[in-house]
């Protein structure tokens, strides 16, 4: 038997706004390498959003070789990553016309370094570099023409549901700009947030083979995926489908820093949320979709500390209006079923809390969180982790540790936290802390190298908040 896996097609269906791919692994693979099943077909199927389009919009050309079948090809392609970690195999063959060069070295680099953390924890000899096989081959690049004026300012800005998102939106409406937000599957936090804004939502909805959770179950090999680029790639072709303009992300500088060295190689739990993957998969959209600027974070230039401040200077008609509905903690999106709120006992939790410490009233941010993260000894560990006093960054999307380091010399500042047995057994530990935030804190807070966003009216909302 071969060991490859295969994207095999794709199908279009413009009544429903539905695009199906189809998949084929040979070997499924447990966490010790040993084969338990095989071969396997699967079909994963994307529902797009087609009404509220503005008047005078026509639909996308989706006919082979167009740019918007061209960007579908290249979604199939990083779509797969999904069911290819079930096998790790050697090979990856894609029979859809239709890539590029560029969309190639991001799909590339998606496999390297967007699955590393799938790789490493898996205990692999190293990252991810199957052989891909293209069976059309490369196709030419598409010259990318600029959004029309109008267009432009109509950005789809995908919603999360936490503090970045809600920051990218409102400071995009106070520019005047006609937001809509879009969601992956979204459930009952993302629905309040976006029921609190009072903007219109458009939902995707992303199907998974039932097949792959049947064989995750049996032991398959499973881990993280760049999910961050799978919806990117996703967003864009709402965002075509709706004749609006680019789809606008809220993903930071600090999103750009490994977790750990693996023999060398940088293991990032954000890659596909970092500058890197931002880059690659613009070139490749570009050259797939025939349209610059398609995709872009608004926030890349702000680390997470200077968006948690954002928010909670936003004011009652803008941070202030989200605090009870905004949830970052990944535990209540995994779980199905579980009430919108947030467990206080992961690391995204407790570097949120972190984050919101320095500038907001401690009766503020105890009612967004429901409880007082330093108050708890047991968190003394995670908070360690945070602050880089162990080995490694917690795997999750949480902010650099100079920034943690940064929020917490702020918040030693302020008697009602300087006295938290989190803070004192921070301290301890590393007494520079007091000093952090004069020795690096206008660093920390200030603009980032960031890449120039492709229509400086973004740049302008995103400064407003300088």
């Not at 432009?152 to 995908?158: F, K, S, Y």
């Not at 977790?259 to 070139?283: R, Y």
């Not at 969180?369 to 602050?387: M, S, V």
Request: overall charge negative; charged content about 20%; glycine content about 8%.
């Amino acid at each position: 038997m071969e060991d490859v896996f295969a994207f095999t097609g794709y199908r279009w269906d413009p009544a429903t706004a539905t695009a199906s791919f189809r998949y084929r692994l040979d070997i499924v693979r447990d966490a010790n390498g040993a084969a338990i099943a095989g071969p396997e077909e699967f079909t994963e199927t994307v529902s797009f959003t087609v009404s509220r389009r503005p008047e005078g919009t026509a639909l996308p050309d989706a006919s082979p070789g167009s740019g918007f079948d061209r960007l579908l090809v290249l979604a199939g392609a990083v779509l797969g990553l999904s069911y290819l970690k079930a096998g790790a195999p050697v090979d990856y063959r894609i029979d859809p016309a239709g890539l590029s060069e560029p969309a190639l070295a991001f799909l590339r680099a998606a496999l390297r370094d967007g699955m590393a953390e799938f790789a490493y924890r898996n205990g692999l000899p190293g990252p991810l570099q199957p052989r891909i096989e293209l069976s059309a081959g490369l196709v030419p690049a598409w010259e990318p023409q600029a959004f029309d004026a109008q267009r432009a300012l109509r950005p789809l800005v995908a919603l999360g549901g936490g503090k970045d998102s809600v920051v990218s939106a409102e400071l995009l409406r106070r520019a005047g700009f006609q937001v809509r937000l879009v969601a992956t599957n979204p459930n009952g936090i993302i629905d309040a947030v976006a029921a609190r804004s009072g903007l219109p939502l458009l939902r995707m909805r992303r199907t998974i083979d039932p097949r792959l959770l049947e064989l995750n179950a049996a032991g398959a090999r499973n881990g993280h995926v760049p999910v961050t680029a799978m919806n990117t790639l996703l967003s864009v072709a709402q965002a075509q489908l709706a004749g609006l303009g680019p789809a606008v992300f809220s993903n930071e500088s600090s999103a750009g820093e490994e977790t750990l060295s693996w023999d060398g190689f940088p293991v990032n739990h954000q890659w596909s949320k970092g500058p890197e993957a931002e880059l690659l998969l613009a070139e490749a959209i570009a050259a797939q979709l025939g349209v610059a600027g398609a995709s872009f974070s608004l926030l890349r230039a702000f680390t997470e500390l200077r968006i948690a401040r954002i928010y909670a200077t936003l004011g009652e008609q803008g941070g202030a209006r989200y605090d009870d509905v905004i949830v970052s903690c990944n535990r209540a999106y995994r779980i199905s079923g579980a009430a919108p709120s947030w467990c206080g006992e992961c690391d995204k939790c407790r570097f949120v809390f972190l984050a919101f410490a320095p500038f907001m009233p401690r009766e503020r941010l105890l009612r967004i969180l429901g409880r007082d993260l330093f108050a708890a000894e047991a968190n003394i560990p995670g908070y360690a982790a945070l602050l880089g006093l162990d080995e490694a960054k917690p795997f999750e999307c949480v902010g650099e540790i100079r920034e943690s380091q940064v929020a917490l010399s702020l918040a030693l500042r302020q008697p009602h936290w300087r006295d938290s047995p989190v803070a004192a057994a921070m301290l301890d530990r590393l007494p520079a802390l007091a000093d952090a935030a004069d020795a690096f804190g206008a660093e920390v807070l200030g603009l980032q190298p960031s890449p120039a966003l492709p229509d400086p009216r973004y740049a302008e909302a995103r400064d407003a908040a300088a």
